[in-house]
């Protein structure tokens, strides 16, 4: 049984030679070939999609919202986003709106055939250059994350307070708390800042924007 196809791209000559590619394939049977999004998401049939080829770029509602509201209506159809830049926050994107692949619009007639069985068999293909650029998004977040200092919002309170100077009684004066609770904030400010010093931690908070 032929893989269904449907073709969402605006350019209508990369349309025509999409539709034409598939056509020339005894594997595939295009059911369909939009230049923009459909404002009601409707399949029935025997034109319900294995696969759609989604531009990102379209007029109007763009891929990604698309993506995103064709996979909350029909979970099970497989989309393969085709971009003709690679741009980082895109590839994310789309791939949180529920899109299963991600490839350039250059990619060789073969490749692109080869992707769509390789989509709907369940794979998720992907240039080499867009996996690098993914897992590089996913290091910088870890890294980010772990680097990154929580603080309480009574904690960013006393914090405040000793970058402006003030007294330990003079912040539990401000926040109505006794000087003891405001040396127990301070402890644990000093452990999450990893220093042990009153001018450490002043350093520390207006070096990383904490106050």
């Known amino acids: 049984m032929p893989i269904k196809v449907l073709i969402v791209e605006d ?5 025509r030679a999409l539709k034409s590619l598939i056509a020339l394939s005894g594997d595939f ?24 080829l989604m531009d990102i770029d379209l007029p109007g509602e763009n891929g990604i919202a698309y993506t995103r509201r064709i996979k909350e209506k029909y979970p099970f159809i497989n989309v393969l986003m085709l971009t003709v830049v690679e741009k ?3 590839i994310m994107e789309a791939i949180s709106a529920g899109a299963s692949g991600y490839l350039i619009k250059s990619s060789i007639p073969e490749n692109i055939l080869e992707n769509i069985r390789i989509v709907y068999k369940g794979g998720s293909p992907l240039t080499p250059s867009i996996a690098r650029k993914i897992f590089q998004n996913i290091q ?13 919002s009574r904690e960013t309170e006393v914090l405040n307070g000793l970058v402006k100077g003030l007294t330990y009684k003079m912040i539990a004066d401000k926040h109505f708390i ?3 609770t405001v040396r127990t904030y301070i402890r ?10 009153r001018s450490e931690a002043i350093v520390k908070a207006i070096s990383d924007k904490l106050v």
């Not at 644990?188 to 010093?197: A, F, P």
């Open 178 to 180: 006794s000087i003891d």
């Open 88 to 90: 980082e926050d895109k």
């Open 29 to 52: 049977i295009c059911v369909g070939d939009y230049d923009r999004a459909a404002p009601v998401i409707k399949f029935d049939g025997d034109i319900v999609p294995d696969v759609i």
């Open 140 to 152: 910088y977040r870890q890294e980010n994350k772990k680097n990154k200092i929580y603080l309480s």
């Open 11 to 15: 350019n209508q000559n990369l349309r």
């Open 188 to 197: 644990c400010i000093y452990e999450k800042l990893e220093v042990h010093s």
